[in-house]
């Protein structure tokens, strides 16, 4: 099992950052993957940017590609997502995922239903 609890959201105006912290706890190996996503109001769940748990096979989305970074702190188990030049498109809850296996494609890393465990998720509004 896997638990997983999100952090750092809240209210920035465009053109500002904000880091988000997923830190987890239980058993967690360096194959794992840790996902973010992001669910606008009234919209599908998609994929931000992944990382495998030992720093390796970094995805993003291509809307977040040059402003967002997936990193992870393997000490204090926890993983970042720094955003910056934020757009009040990025408005959203943004979600941690942990995935237990490996994808062979970006079709396949980037989707739900591939991520087992889920954080409940934190606010980012970013005004414009």
């Known amino acids: 099992q896997v638990q997983l609890v999100e952090s750092g959201g809240g209210l920035e105006t465009a053109g500002g950052s904000l880091r988000l912290s997923c830190e987890a706890s239980?058993?967690?190996?360096?194959?794992?993957?840790v996902g973010w996503f992001r669910q606008g109001l009234g919209t599908e769940r998609v994929f931000v940017a992944q990382?495998?748990?030992?720093?390796?096979?970094?995805y993003y989305n291509d809307s977040v590609k040059g402003r967002f970074t997936i990193s992870r702190n393997s000490s204090e188990i926890t993983v970042y997502l720094h955003m910056s030049s934020l757009k009040p498109e990025d408005t959203a809850v943004y979600y941690c995922?942990?995935?237990?296996?490996?994808?062979?494609?970006?079709?396949?890393?980037?989707?739900?239903?591939?991520?087992?465990?889920w954080g409940p998720g934190t606010q980012v509004t970013v005004s414009s």
């Open positions: 995922a942990v995935r237990d296996r490996y994808c062979p494609s970006y079709e396949c890393a980037s989707s739900t239903t591939q991520f087992k465990y």
């Open positions: 239980g058993r967690i190996s360096d194959s794992y993957y």
């Open positions: 990382i495998r748990w030992d720093g390796g096979d970094l």
